[in-house]
């Protein structure tokens, strides 16, 4: 657990840290409690247990349907309201370059009058990047628990553009190996990465309302706030935008997989009857001079044998021939 308390206008944070196993996190219920009239506080919480919450709860006036939100994790992208407290809702997202993956985790943000409240799952953790925006611009700290809630959302949609780019690269890849001349299937790779991007689309589309709410002026929040949140609304439909068109391109890449698959099966059908007939013809002559019938053409004769060699060998070339004219071989 780590807490940081803000005074609203410009000073020195006091950072309050609690993170060994053993610690009652008296030091940060102590600090929540003493805090002054222009101060608030931003506490954060990594991968609760059950009752992890409950002294901070009490403390914080959170609802108990808040609280199991917050340490339960798998929660869609959304925003409730508990009497004064809003909590949000989000998925984490960062990309892993070994096995060309997408992995989420999740960060609930609660925010009150005098507080922001943090609770992550996952290993992604945007409170590094988080703290250094606060401190880099001291005029969100005037808009108090919201600034931490917009820095956190800012954060996050970040790093959905950066996660997108390395899924657009890996797509171009994809679609270099769709068009090369190699006959590799490729399927599985492409369904892999469209689950990829589908579990991109779960973690931004339920976002883009929660995010376009907050650019309403009927929110009640300061005007001067709104810009903030317009900026990470325009970031965040920027990304669905992309997000949606690789899942479009996607579906080409299979659909050109698929039909190229087909080619190959028509050409080697085509290529397996040619063989075919070439052999045919040089069996049905052995077939017919095979049956020992008495009466055969030439069957006394001395060049007879030689003969039929040649004209198997003859229709056998020649059908070779035709058909590699025609691309059948």
Not at 37 to 44: A, Q, T
Not at 77 to 101: I, M, S
Not at 145 to 153: G, N, S, W
């Amino acid at each position: 657990m780590k807490c940081v308390i803000y005074r609203r206008h410009p000073g020195e944070p006091e950072h309050i840290d609690c993170q060994q196993p053993g610690d009652d996190r008296t030091a940060v219920l102590d600090s929540l409690k003493r805090m002054g009239d222009e101060e608030f506080c931003w506490v954060d919480v990594s991968d609760p247990g059950s009752g992890d919450l409950v002294d901070l709860a009490g403390i914080l006036g959170l609802h108990p349907l808040a609280v199991e939100d917050a340490e339960e994790a798998h929660q869609r992208p959304k925003r409730e309201r508990y009497g004064d407290v809003l909590a949000v809702a989000l998925k984490t997202l960062w990309y892993v370059q070994e096995n060309c993956a997408v992995e989420t985790g999740e960060v609930m943000v609660f925010t009150g009058a005098r507080f922001a409240l943090t609770v992550r799952h996952g290993l992604a953790d945007p409170t590094t990047e988080v703290a250094k925006r606060l401190s880099a611009d001291e005029r969100l700290l005037e808009f108090g628990p919201l600034a931490v809630l917009h820095a956190v959302l800012d954060t996050v949609v970040d790093s959905y553009t950066e996660a997108v780019l390395e899924v657009r690269s890996d797509l171009s890849a994809l679609e270099r190996d769709v068009f090369s001349p190699d006959r590799e299937d490729l399927t599985e790779r492409i369904y892999s990465l469209k689950r990829e991007v589908l579990e991109f689309r779960d973690a931004v589309q339920p976002l883009l309302p929660v995010v376009h709410e907050f650019t309403d002026a009927r929110t009640g929040w300061p005007d001067a706030l709104l810009p903030y949140f317009r900026d990470v609304s325009d970031h965040l439909h920027r990304t669905d935008t992309e997000v949606r068109s690789l899942d479009e391109l996607l579906n080409s890449a299979l659909d050109a997989h698929l039909a190229r698959v087909g080619t190959w099966q028509n050409d080697d059908m085509r290529r397996i009857s040619a063989w075919a007939a070439i052999l045919a013809t040089p069996t049905l002559v052995a077939g017919l001079y095979g049956m020992n019938f008495a009466h055969m053409p030439e069957l006394k004769w001395t060049y007879g044998y030689p003969l039929a060699i040649a004209v198997m060998a003859g229709a056998a070339v020649l059908l070779h021939r035709t058909f590699r004219r025609n691309g059948w071989l």
